[in-house]
């Protein structure tokens, strides 16, 4: 069975919309760091809404920093991080178990080029009217809560 050899990297650092589903992302061979974000950022402000904008994050440190704070504040962006642990109340978590189900789930690629197009093919197909259903089913805001639940500090 034949392997890839060596390793490269291709980053994806997304958002989207959760009201339109519209995507916006910051690609790159290197590596996400603040600048990524703080990037990520001015495109989300680019996109002139007209009403105050919440980017919903991780506790990454690369997105926890001062600089990606002061970047954010100065766009006028407010930035929510969610608790740790708690992939399942991003909605850009689900997309990226999607693509991953798409185009990475027991396919090979011989080169690193086609590897990059395979992730991008399957990124361009949010918003095409063919996955909308599939994907508007998944990228919403329904999430699951638990009427019996017993919260413990510890």
């Given amino acids: 069975m034949p392997t890839p050899s060596g390793r490269q990297?291709?980053?994806?650092?997304?958002?989207?919309d959760a009201i339109t589903n519209q995507l916006i992302l910051e690609c790159n061979d290197?590596?996400?760091?603040?600048?990524?974000?703080?990037?990520?950022?001015?495109?989300?402000?680019?996109?002139?809404?007209?009403?105050?904008?919440?980017?919903?994050?991780?506790n990454a440190r690369y997105q926890h920093c001062e600089l990606v704070k002061k970047f954010a504040a100065e766009l006028n962006i407010e930035l929510l991080f969610l608790p740790s642990y708690s992939p399942h109340l991003n909605i850009i978590e689900r997309l990226w178990?999607?693509?991953?189900?798409?185009?990475?789930?027991?396919?090979?690629?011989?080169?690193?080029?086609?590897?990059?197009f395979a992730i991008n093919k399957s990124l361009s197909k949010?918003?095409?009217?063919?996955?909308?259903?599939?994907?508007?089913?998944?990228?919403n805001l329904k999430f699951q809560s638990?009427?019996?639940?017993?919260?413990?500090t510890v």
């Fill in 9 to 16: 990297r291709y980053n994806v650092l997304g958002a989207i």
């Fill in 97 to 116: 178990k999607w693509v991953k189900k798409d185009c990475l789930y027991n396919k090979y690629y011989g080169g690193f080029s086609n590897f990059k």
């Fill in 30 to 58: 290197a590596y996400i760091n603040a600048q990524s974000v703080c990037s990520l950022l001015l495109k989300i402000a680019k996109l002139k809404i007209e009403i105050p904008i919440t980017v919903i994050l991780d």
């Fill in 146 to 152: 638990y009427s019996k639940s017993h919260i413990m």
């Fill in 126 to 139: 949010v918003g095409q009217p063919d996955y909308k259903e599939k994907l508007d089913s998944l990228l």
